[in-house]
């Protein structure tokens, strides 16, 4: 029974492929309502500060955001209908398993450490090569420049040299 239990759990998961969250995490949660005729996608941003039910066919998470100086918290299923898609913003690194003592602080009083998801996102080959592309063009630049400064400053010494020729051979 355990083994049909686990693979219901695992078949009702293929629906929907999140990435991967965990408590700490900053997120974007697409929900869509329904407000009369019309349905609509709204995008609730927040920090993760529980995730329950992890091994169950819906597990829920709980996601706080402050808003106009009041707290608001969502505890969502992720794998709900009306859940349109979950877009992780940045990862933290905490050390517990429920955070609910953000409640009582403030954002600035936090101090987590977050990892941003964007420069991850990117391969790392291709900005080398624009890093080196760039260099090269500094570099390039930079002799272009010398040259150009040497330059100037030779014919800066020859006028020099040439007006001080002239007032001697007045003298």
């Given at each position: ?27 974007k949660v697409y929900r869509r309502i329904k407000e009369g005729g019309k349905e609509r996608v709204q995008i609730f ?15 829920m998470i709980t996601v706080r955001k402050v808003s106009s100086g009041v707290g608001v918290e969502l505890v969502l ?95």
């Amino acid at each position: 029974m355990n083994k049909t239990l686990v693979e219901f759990n695992l078949n009702q998961r293929k629906s929907k492929n999140y990435p991967e969250f965990k408590t700490g995490d900053i997120v974007k949660v697409y929900r869509r309502i329904k407000e009369g005729g019309k349905e609509r996608v709204q995008i609730f941003e927040g920090i993760i500060i529980a995730k329950k039910g992890g091994q169950s066919s819906s597990p829920m998470i709980t996601v706080r955001k402050v808003s106009s100086g009041v707290g608001v918290e969502l505890v969502l299923p992720v794998y709900s209908s009306s859940i349109d898609k979950i877009e992780v913003v940045k990862k933290a690194k905490v050390k517990r398993a429920k955070l609910y003592y953000i409640r009582d602080k403030s954002a600035k009083s936090l101090r987590l450490k977050y990892k941003d998801i964007a420069k991850f996102g990117a391969s790392e080959e291709p900005v080398k090569e624009e890093v080196i592309e760039v260099k090269e063009e500094v570099v390039e630049n930079k002799e272009v420049k010398e040259e150009k400064v040497a330059e100037e400053v030779t014919s800066v010494v020859k006028e020099e040299a040439v007006e001080k020729k002239e007032v001697t051979d007045k003298k």
